[in-house]
DNA sequence: GTCTATGTTTGCGG
DNA sequence: TCCGCAAACATAGA
C-alpha cells in the first residue's frame, strides 16, 4: 500500500523525530522471513543511523560501518516509534532498540514486508527504474523509453524498474490526469501523450506529498506515518475506489476494471 | 459464520 | 519480450 508519497512521509517522520545520529544497541527479530538478507541480523547492534532516505518503495537507513538497513514495506508495513517499556504487539516482527530508550518497530500485519541488512546497497536496489521526482525522469526519457515497449500503459507504470515508486492507486490518477487509457499500448502514445503522461506522474506524486500520503478507509490496515498520522490524500483522489461516482473532469461515471490483474479505475469518456 | 477482495513484489511457465 | 498466475499472509467488509 505505500507508494513513493507515504514512503516519503515515512522518512520525514523519521528524520523529524530525531533518529539520525542514534546508535542502535540490539535488534531482536520474532518473525525470520522479515529479514530478507543473508548473515546474522544482530551485527547491526553497535552501528549509529548516519542518514535517511528512500529510493522507490524503500526506505534506506545509512549506517555507520558501511551497512545499510533497507525496508519495504509492501502491503501492510509500518514502522512504530515506540517506548521500549510498552508491551510488544503480535505484529511487530522485528525490534530496534535504539540510544536513549526508544525502539524501532517494524509492524506488518500481513508480514509481507521485508528488511535487509546489507553492506551492498546495490544488490537490494539496482533493479530500480528512475525516480519520478528527480532530474534524469524527463519528458524526453520517458517518451523514448514508451517506445521500446509493447505493454500496457498499467502494468508497465507498476513495473518498478521502468519507472520506480508508482503503485496502483498513483498510477490510476496518473493515467486519468493524462487522459490516457490503462490498456494503451505504451509504444503508440505520440510525443504530446507522452508529456501528458510525464506531467500527470509528477503531478500526482507532488500532490500526494504534500498531503503526507494517501490513507484509506478508517481501519489498522491502511496507511498511517511513523507518528500514527493519516495521509490527507484521500480526498483529492479523482478515480480510485470512486466507481460509480461522477468524473470530476466531465461527469460521466467511473467504471473499475481489471488490467493486468490489479483492480483499476477508469473514467470511461476522459480515457478512450 | 462465511466468502471475497486487497494498496506489493517476485518467480515461474507458456 | 510479454503475459498470466501463484505465493507470501491477515483482516475488513459484504
Known amino acids: ?76 508495513g509500518r514502522l512504530d516509534l515506540k517506548d521500549a517499556s510498552e508491551t510488544r504487539s503480535k505484529h511487530e516482527h522485528l525490534v530496534l532498540s535504539l540510544e536513549g530508550g526508544r525502539e524501532l518497530r517494524f509492524h506488518d500485519t500481513r508480514k509481507f514486508g521485508r528488511v535487509w541488512l546489507t553492506e551492498d546497497a546495490q544488490s537490494v536496489l539496482g533493479h530500480l527504474g528512475p525516480e519520478p521526482l528527480e532530474e534524469g525522469f524527463t519528458a524526453a526519457s520517458l517518451t523514448a523509453s514508451l517506445k521500446t515497449k509493447q505493454r500496457q500503459l498499467k502494468p508497465l507504470l507498476l513495473d518498478q524498474s521502468f519507472v520506480a515508486g508508482l503503485g496502483n492507486i498513483y498510477v490510476d490518477e496518473a493515467l486519468w490526469q493524462a487522459g490516457l487509457h490503462p490498456t494503451r499500448t505504451a509504444s503508440s502514445l505520440n510525443g504530446a501523450e ?47 475506489r470512486r466507481d460509480g461516482e461522477a468524473c470530476p473532469r466531465c461527469g460521466a461515471t467511473i467504471e473499475r476494471l481489471i488490467v493486468g490483474q490489479r483492480s483499476t479505475h477508469v473514467c470511461p469518456v476522459c480515457q478512450p
Not at 533518529?19 to 540490539?26: N, R, Y
Not at 531482536?28 to 538478507?37: D, F, I, L
Not at 543511523?49 to 537507513?61: E, G, M, Q
Not at 503526507?212 to 495521509?231: C, D, E, I, P
Open 1 to 76: 500500500m505505500p507508494e513513493l508519497p507515504e514512503v516519503q512521509t515515512v522518512v520525514n517522520d523519521l528524520k523529524n523525530l530525531g533518529l539520525v545520529g542514534l546508535t542502535i544497541e540490539a535488534a531482536q527479530v520474532y518473525w525470520p522471513r522479515t529479514v530478507a538478507s543473508e548473515g546474522d541480523f544482530g551485527r547491526i547492534a553497535g552501528h549509529a543511523i548516519l542518514n535517511i532516505w528512500r529510493r522507490a518503495k524503500y526506505l534506506v537507513f545509512d549506517l555507520s560501518g558501511d551497512l545499510s538497513l533497507i525496508v519495504h514495506l509492501r502491503m501492510s
Open 194 to 240: 507522452a508529456a501528458k503522461l510525464h506531467a500527470a506522474i509528477i503531478e500526482v506524486l507532488e500532490r500526494g506529498l504534500r498531503n503526507s500520503g494517501t490513507t484509506l478507509g478508517s481501519g489498522q490496515g491502511n496507511f498511517y506515518s511513523v507518528a500514527k498520522r493519516r495521509g490527507r490524500n484521500a480526498d483529492e483522489l479523482k478515480v480510485f
